[in-house]
């Protein structure tokens, strides 16, 4: 057998097959669906309107302030079941929040089926618009006038 001429060693690690580099990056997405449709159907399950399945906001029981999230539980829950007047009124910004999700959740599905890296890149503006709408929805929904964002 000639010197220059050797087979390749067989124990090198060969590149994954293409279905199978696929169904890797396309893992972590499944998880996180599968992570939110069983909470989700936890809460479509066990209704948060009857008292003593969940517990109390902390804010709410000791101030009689609601936060952003007060209310987001039966927004859930009223979102599962397709009533979105009911999600509206439990809590309006959970219900943005989950539709953006779902866009978040569908650009990275996207760019993980096409091999690209899953980036979300926030820079202070978008931080400091998000942070000033969380504070805005908060302190509306607790003045007078803002009756209509109780939960």
Do not use: K
Not at 68 to 91: E, K, M, T, V, W
Not at 122 to 133: A, D, F, Q, R, Y
Request: charged share 15%.
């Amino acid at each position: 057998m000639d010197a220059d001429r050797r087979d390749p060693p067989h124990d090198l690690p060969q590149p994954p097959a293409r279905g199978t580099a696929r169904a890797a990056r396309l893992a972590a997405p499944a998880a996180a669906l599968a992570a939110v449709a069983a909470a989700f159907g936890y809460v479509g399950t066990v209704d948060p309107n009857e008292p003593g399945h969940y517990p109390v906001c902390p804010l709410l029981r000791f101030t009689g302030v609601y936060c952003p999230g007060c209310g987001g539980l039966r927004s859930a829950h009223a979102f599962i079941h397709g009533d979105l007047p009911a999600a509206l009124q439990a809590n309006a910004l959970a219900v943005v929040g989950y539709l953006a999700l779902a866009a978040l959740w569908t650009v990275w599905v996207v760019r993980a089926v096409r091999g690209r890296p899953a980036r979300l890149d926030l820079g202070p503006v978008h931080l400091w618009t998000l942070g000033g709408s969380l504070l805005v929805f908060t302190l509306v929904r607790n003045l007078p006038f803002g009756g209509w964002l109780h939960p």
